[in-house]
């Protein structure tokens, strides 16, 4: 007998589990999703975003944004450089630079945007999220829908939920997620067992 079970009790399982994924397609809305996520949740903040650039309508480029208000280039179109992704140069040494200690700040909450095909050309950059995903701190990350190898492994992750963001539900996603956030939060401070996976 084939066996479908309804997605309300998939979610609650973000009680269970300590870290947050947001995936989908390319500009469905996925950094909205979490930093409207993470402004609205109490705590020590730390982590940084990815903003979309473009000229004239053109997307050339992407920038790295920390938490604290940094910002460096991680990718523009170029045909020039090492590091490359379809028509991008990818920046590695800003990534390191700024991404990787903006995610090992001490914080409550630790913001990821996002674990892609970009971000996991630097070897460092990817210890440093197995790292973070380790520790104490409540990881909101954005990964790529598809990818195979870092990528699929950290979403595979016992300790994390996974969750897919549409056109259709990106605007009752952030307030369910943040409802369960705090729902569990609540639970772990009366008592419960507050443990991933």
């Known amino acids: 007998m084939r066996l479908s079970p309804p997605r309300s009790p998939r979610l609650t399982r973000v009680q269970e589990k300590q870290h947050i994924f947001i995936t989908g397609l390319p500009g469905v809305g996925k950094t909205t999703l979490i930093r409207n996520i993470a402004d609205s949740l109490p705590g020590r903040k730390a982590g940084f975003f990815t903003r979309e650039d473009r000229s004239e309508g053109r997307r050339i480029g992407f920038t790295i944004v920390t938490l604290d208000g940094a910002e460096a280039n991680l990718a523009r179109k170029s045909s020039a450089g090492a590091h490359r992704v379809g028509a991008y140069q990818v920046f590695v040494d800003n990534l390191e630079k700024l991404a990787i200690p903006a995610i090992e700040s001490d914080a409550d909450v630790v913001v990821i945007d996002e674990i892609g095909k970009m971000e996991c050309m630097s070897e460092r950059f990817k210890q440093a999220v197995l790292k973070v995903l380790e520790g104490d701190a409540r990881v909101i990350a954005t990964v790529a ?19 897919e963001v549409t056109v259709k539900n990106r605007d009752a996603m952030t307030a369910m997620l943040l409802r369960m956030l705090m729902d569990s939060k609540k639970a772990v401070r009366n008592g419960g067992s507050g443990n991933a996976g």
Request: charged share 35%.
């Open 145 to 163: 829908k598809k990818g195979v190898g870092f990528i699929k492994d950290v979403k595979n992750r016992p300790d994390v939920s996974l969750f």
